[in-house]
């Protein structure tokens, strides 16, 4: 009884590493296609656009671990590469997205969501991070 305690502790401990793990590729992937040092720009200088759009990130990122350990049907080594390849899908398509709206509108996105006036592309930008999120979350299961 005791050691299925600390072997299901282990479980849990070892996806969420894979899930802190793809939240923080998902960080740099945002710095990648934003101007300027994205800590700087959340942490320092408090731009809510960066902010809003570093978040739905991390919350799609969060979708997709959570769908993606749920569906894993308690086989942990496949339920472990699985979390971390839908992972990994789901980001890059949330940088496609960014990609494709920056394409489709005028500017260049990336300067506007990082911005210290609010701007309303970053809500467009961030529910397409989550949108993205949900499609691989829902063809997980």
């Known amino acids: 009884m005791l050691s299925d305690v600390f072997s299901e502790v282990g479980i849990a401990a070892t996806y969420g590493?894979?899930?802190?793990?793809?939240m923080a590729i998902g960080f740099l992937l945002v710095d990648l296609l934003t101007p300027g040092n994205l800590r700087e720009q959340v942490w320092?200088?408090?731009h809510r656009n960066a902010a809003i759009l570093l978040a739905s990130n991390v919350l799609g990122v969060g979708v997709i671990v959570a769908t993606a350990i749920a569906a894993s049907e308690n086989d942990w080594a496949e339920g472990l590469v699985s979390t971390f390849a839908y992972g990994l899908l789901g980001l890059v398509l949330m940088g496609l997205?960014?990609?494709?709206?920056d394409a489709v509108t005028p500017g260049k996105l990336g300067a506007l969501l990082m911005e210290e006036q609010p701007h309303p592309a970053v809500y467009v930008s961030g529910a397409s991070h989550l949108a993205v999120s949900a499609i691989v979350a829902v063809a997980i299961v």
């Open 97 to 101: 997205s960014f990609v494709v709206i």
């Open 44 to 46: 320092v200088q408090r």
């Open 17 to 22: 590493l894979v899930g802190l793990l793809l």
